[in-house]
């Protein structure tokens, strides 16, 4: 009934974010999902869908496979040890996106194994994937081996939390050489990093953008493609830019803030300012930061909506 309501006071709806309201029902979204699949021709006008689910992964995929015309889809993935693992075929003709956010922070390499065989994207062209658990990055393969031919945009990120728990110093580089070995069509890499960047060779990247604290952004630097050293440069004959990002920004915009904010906005002498009472950013070249920090209540949705 609730399902059935919604629609009728939304003909137009194309994206959809379900989330458990009560941290101790974490399966109510699930069942709201199973809902939302019975209501009629919900799936095939829904374009956009973000699930945020705590357990359930093969139940969610499998009625996931009744939003035939999605474009767009993130999931927040939290594998229990007694959950089961994907077995049906899940074919997304139309799927331009898959953002994967990971928890807790130790994975296991069957999942990915088995979101690997188990999906069929052929028309995927950016993949964005979240986790503290990214050092090990080759958990990350059987992904990257299956759909990383066809990819123009990936994203790596480990989100930056604070120095007590996550100090950034002491975070190992990225294994980006076997990873970037698997996309050799890519354009446009994120990533956080150690400073200076080492770059394996590749011939089409021609962005590349860094999450970084904002103590280690420089305002006044006009590009920041000096945190990559020339004998590094040289192996990228296509490279445009590198851009540092305020880590400060990804706890409220995410992963996709490179997407709603492209790294060739601004030329190299160009600058464009927001602001707006809860959002106060700046893109300088090779630079999108926070001007003031005073402020903790900025809104993902400002991004998105106002940019």
Not at 110 to 134: I, N
Not at 146 to 169: A, C, I
Not at 279 to 295: F, T
Request: charged share 20%; glycine share 4%; proline share 8%.
């Amino acid at each position: 009934m609730a399902a059935d309501s919604i629609l009728a006071v939304t003909p137009n709806l194309t994206k959809v974010t379900l989330a458990p309201i009560l941290k101790r029902q974490p399966f109510l979204s699930l069942k709201f999902l199973r809902l939302f699949t019975l209501a009629q021709n919900t799936p095939s006008r829904t374009t956009d869908l973000h699930l945020r689910i705590h357990h359930g992964l093969k139940y969610t995929l499998g009625l996931v496979q009744a939003f035939t015309y999605l474009t767009t889809f993130h999931i927040d993935v939290i594998f229990g040890e007694n959950d089961e693992l994907p077995t049906e075929h899940l074919h997304l003709a139309f799927l331009e996106e898959l953002q994967i956010t990971w928890y807790p922070y130790r994975h296991d390499t069957s999942v990915c194994s088995a979101l690997a065989e188990t999906l069929s994207l052929p028309s995927l062209r950016r993949l964005l994937l979240t986790s503290q658990g990214l050092e090990d990055g080759m958990f990350l393969e059987p992904l990257l081996r299956k759909f990383g031919h066809s990819l123009h945009f990936l994203s790596l990120v480990r989100p930056y939390m604070n120095d007590r728990y996550h100090p950034y110093e002491r975070r190992r580089p990225l294994p980006l050489s076997p990873l970037l070995s698997m996309c050799p069509n890519l354009r446009h890499l994120v990533m956080d990093t150690c400073i200076p960047t080492r770059m394996p060779t590749h011939a089409h990247l021609t962005w590349v953008d860094l999450w970084a604290p904002r103590r280690f952004l420089d305002p006044s630097e006009q590009s920041a493609l000096t945190i990559i050293p020339h004998e590094e440069k040289v192996k990228l004959p296509s490279l445009r830019g590198v851009r540092l990002l305020d880590m400060s920004l990804f706890p409220f915009s995410g992963a996709r803030t490179p997407l709603l904010v492209p790294p060739d906005m601004v030329g190299s002498t160009e600058s464009v300012v927001w602001n707006y009472s809860r959002l106060d950013l700046r893109h300088d070249p090779g630079l999108l930061y926070r001007q003031k920090m005073d402020e903790v209540d900025v809104l993902a949705e400002s991004l998105e909506h106002r940019l």
